[in-house]
């Protein structure tokens, strides 16, 4: 644990060990006495520094979302490496996909969205990349469609506790990023 002579430190230690427990957990298991546990200060300093449970919650979250930032910045160099063909977006994500407590912070951020509306912009903030990102390659409508299948490949690959092949991956991000709704003369 981080001295107490360096309180931004000891709460960022705690909000870390947050994090890692909402991952494993769930958003609702995360409590003051847990943090406190795994964090390996007194429960006061817990309440000290989150004075609510939803404050607590929330800044866990947002820890959280910091990590999803910095994945999402390397999956939109992945993806410029590769100019956005599919069978680069495919790799990259069939390697995303293989990291079981990265989607669990994904649906942590899913969860916490639909049962809390203010929380919503976490969740969204993936999808909303993604389709920036894949924006740069396709129509905007295909690099939405692209990234709304890319989210429910996520849920999928929690349900079924694999991910789909590549291949399968390769041929539907192929499909979606070479559609448009512009009319064909």
């Not at 769930?26 to 406190?36: D, F, K, N, S």
């Not at 100019?83 to 951020?109: K, M, P, T, V, W």
Request: charged share 25%; glycine share 4%.
């Amino acid at each position: 644990m981080t001295p107490r002579k360096d309180p931004k430190g000891r709460k960022r230690a705690m909000l870390e060990v947050a994090a890692q427990e909402m991952v494993a957990n769930g958003y609702e298991a995360l409590t003051h006495r847990r943090v406190a546990e795994l964090a390996g200060v007194p429960l006061g300093a817990t309440t000290y520094y989150f004075t609510s449970l939803h404050e607590l919650r929330t800044s866990a979250l947002q820890v959280v979302v910091e990590q999803c930032e910095e994945e999402l910045r390397e999956i939109a160099q992945a993806v410029q490496s590769c100019r956005g063909s599919a069978e680069g977006i495919a790799a990259q994500f069939a390697s995303y996909l293989s990291d079981r407590a990265r989607l669990q912070a994904e649906n942590l951020l899913y969860y916490a969205g639909v049962t809390q509306p203010e929380l919503r912009p976490f969740a969204q903030l993936w999808i909303r990349r993604i389709t920036e990102i894949l924006s740069e390659y396709t129509a905007p409508e295909a690099a939405q469609a692209t990234a709304v299948y890319l989210d429910g490949v996520i849920l999928h690959a929690l349900l079924h506790d694999r991910p789909i092949d590549e291949a399968a991956l390769r041929m539907a991000i192929a499909a979606l990023m070479s559609t448009s709704l512009e009319k064909k003369p």
